[in-house]
């Protein structure tokens, strides 16, 4: 028996990537098994948890969360996305020389524990800042705003309110954000 190949073509953290997978592979066995992207983590593996949420860039220039643990890797044929390795600036070497605002604020506000479901939250609070950027809040919606883009993630390790605190801090202090 064999399994059936297809082509897929995708633009993973900026760098396109073709590879004959089998079809029905689902994206995150494709991050982790072909391109050894495993920051995004395998939590319930029903969508549920969001451990396992890559962004994926629109052509329209908005971005949203997928569930990469219940998604197939062809979904993504001919897309741009970003999983958590994409977010640090890196030198020539590809080495991570400076984190995200966003990761910044999870460090110093201490928000994970285990970290197992951190990148699914930091990938989460990128897409709802990035949605600020377009469409600010009033100051008096932003708690409720975060609640709304960080409620379906799910921590095992109940670290919740130091995500918010973090994501409130760095919507609180990035200009333009709020109205």
Do not use: W
């Not at 604020?105 to 201490?110: A, C, I, Q, T």
């Not at 939250?121 to 883009?149: C, D, G």
Request: charged share 20%; net charge negative; hydrophobic share 35%.
């Amino acid at each position: 028996m064999t399994i059936a190949q297809q082509a897929l073509t995708v633009h993973i953290n900026g760098q396109n990537v073709t590879l004959d997978v089998p079809e029905g592979l689902m994206m995150i066995d494709f991050l982790h098994e072909y391109l050894n992207l495993t920051g995004s983590r395998f939590g319930c593996g029903q969508g549920v948890c969001r451990a396992c949420t890559v962004i994926l860039d629109n052509t329209d220039g908005t971005s949203e969360e997928i569930r990469s643990c219940i998604t197939g890797a062809h979904f993504f044929n001919g897309k741009k996305i970003r999983t958590i390795e994409g977010h640090g600036k890196k030198n020539d070497k590809g080495e991570v020389v400076a984190v995200s605002p966003i990761q910044q604020k999870f460090l110093e506000h201490y928000s994970f524990q285990c970290g197992y479901c951190t990148p699914g939250f930091v990938n989460a609070a990128t897409v709802l800042i990035e949605k600020l950027q377009r469409e600010p809040v009033a100051k008096e919606q932003v708690e409720e705003t975060i609640t709304h883009a960080l409620d379906s993630h799910l921590c095992r390790c109940t670290g919740y309110v130091r995500y918010f605190e973090a994501v409130k801090d760095v919507i609180l202090t990035t200009p333009g954000l709020i109205k």
